[in-house]
């Protein structure tokens, strides 16, 4: 609407009052409706003080899972969160994020696949790079704006991480090509190092450094998964034979209960007296991760033996 010449310009409606004032609109047509109040958004200072307050420190060895939605606006767009968190931790202190692949370039031979589709991904998917490859969609989309920040590295392999700092060099540095959750990897260095996971509003059942549990728990009748990944040797896409403990849906053993990772954590967290904190919007928590470790195998060699959890 325009009066005199001039635009008569309206306040800025946040993404929760747009889709109010859209469904009031539409319930209720010609009819006035009761503005939403005004949400404020979270600065990276802002963030960056309750990082301080959960107990995330400069120094520290961090491991991030997030939710941006869970999070809310944040003044300056997402990227501030990451960078609240390297603002927090400082240049003695490290973040990283797990990446891992696009779609299906880890899929072949896993038997979730027809003959037919894995005929085409042979045919069509180009070698794997990682310095260039998008982060897995299901990651959420922190970990691809980290790892296309400026200094962000990569470790070369599909069971890629995104890290940031001091112990960038060590963590990334090379690890088995088989098992790669496992000894002698990045989750492994990480616990030397005495990290801590953060948890920023996201799934307690996405908890990645579990998989390291898995890995080098001395449990029987472990499923392994068997796949081939596409990379570049000499110039010529190469389809490597690669191997893991299953780190699928299915779990690990046949008697993982369903959302058994969010058990583990959310047990750690009550054996802890963990009740965490706020950051942004976001229900959030800081676990050490050799606390959590130590809580989980023997739960985990449990469960593998058939008892139950008390």
């Not at 959960?54 to 991030?64: I, P, T, Y």
Request: glycine residues 8%; hydrophobic residues 40%.
């Amino acid at each position: 609407m325009e009066e005199r010449g001039w635009k008569i310009m309206r306040p800025r409606q946040w993404p929760a009052q747009q889709a109010a004032a859209s469904d009031c609109s539409a319930s209720s047509p010609g009819i006035a409706c009761e503005p939403l109040p005004l949400t404020p958004m979270h600065s990276r200072s802002e963030i960056a003080a309750d990082l301080r307050a959960l107990g995330l420190a400069r120094g520290d060895v961090v491991m991030v899972h997030a939710s941006l939605r869970a999070i809310g606006e944040i003044a300056g767009g997402p990227d501030e969160v990451h960078l609240a968190i390297r603002t927090v931790v400082g240049t003695s202190g490290t973040m990283f994020m797990y990446a891992s692949c696009p779609e299906y370039v880890d899929e072949v031979g896993r038997g979730r696949l027809t003959a037919e589709q894995e005929a085409e991904i042979l045919e069509k998917l180009p070698p794997f790079d990682p310095e260039t490859a998008r982060s897995a969609r299901d990651n959420g989309a922190l970990v691809e704006l980290f790892r296309t920040y400026p200094g962000s590295r990569v470790n070369h392999h599909v069971a890629r991480f995104v890290v940031w700092g001091k112990h960038t060099d060590y963590l990334i540095s090379p690890q088995p090509w088989d098992f790669p959750f496992g000894r002698g990897s990045l989750l492994d260095r990480f616990v030397e190092l005495d990290g801590k996971i953060l948890l920023l509003g996201s799934d307690h059942d996405n908890v990645t450094f579990l998989h390291y549990a898995e890995h080098i728990a001395e449990i029987p009748d472990k499923r392994i998964a068997r796949f081939r990944v596409p990379i570049e040797e000499n110039g010529v896409r190469v389809w490597r034979e690669t191997a893991e403990y299953d780190t699928s849906s299915q779990g690990v053993h046949a008697n993982w209960p369903d959302n058994f990772f969010a058990l583990l954590v959310d047990g750690y967290l009550e054996a802890a007296g963990n009740r965490g904190g706020r950051v942004g919007n976001a229900a959030s928590y800081l676990i050490n991760a050799r606390g959590l470790l130590e809580y989980a195998l023997p739960v985990m060699e449990a469960v593998a033996a058939g008892q139950r959890r008390q």
